[in-house]
């Protein structure tokens, strides 16, 4: 069973800097896939970027493509998400998933996952 927690989270300003941390209890993430996603007030869920199980291949949305970074430890207990020049669309919680199912790169459907941190809130000023 993978328990995930997403750590990190905080209230910034436009333009700062911020990383996320989901992990399963110090112990190696069981996966082959681990996603990091976001809800916005009053929005759905939203994919925002995968890694592999390797950390050899990632993936993002349009939306933070260049701004977000996905990586992993080498002990492959914690994953990353680093995020840059923040923008108050930002605004939001942001949850971690993991997923055994297989890609050649990392898996970006949400209805795919099947283990779910319970999330960590991330505003931006303006």
């Known amino acids: 069973q993978v328990q995930l927690v997403e750590s990190g989270g905080g209230l910034v300003q436009a333009g700062d800097s911020l990383r996320l941390s989901c992990a399963d209890s110090?112990?190696?993430?069981?996966?082959?896939?681990m996603g990091w996603f976001r809800q916005a007030p009053g929005k759905e869920r939203e994919f925002l970027g995968c890694?592999?199980?390797?950390?050899?291949?990632?993936s993002y949305a349009d939306s933070v493509k260049g701004r977000f970074t996905i990586s992993r430890d080498h002990a492959k207990t914690t994953v990353y998400l680093q995020m840059d020049s923040l923008k108050p669309e930002d605004t939001g919680i942001y949850y971690c998933?993991?997923?055994?199912?297989?890609?050649?790169?990392?898996?970006?459907?949400?209805?795919?996952?099947?283990?779910w941190g319970q999330g960590t809130q991330v505003t931006v000023s303006s």
């Open positions: 890694i592999n199980w390797n950390g050899a291949s990632t």
């Open positions: 110090g112990r190696t993430l069981n996966v082959n896939s």
């Open positions: 998933a993991g997923t055994r199912l297989y890609d050649r790169t990392c898996i970006r459907a949400i209805g795919d996952y099947f283990s």
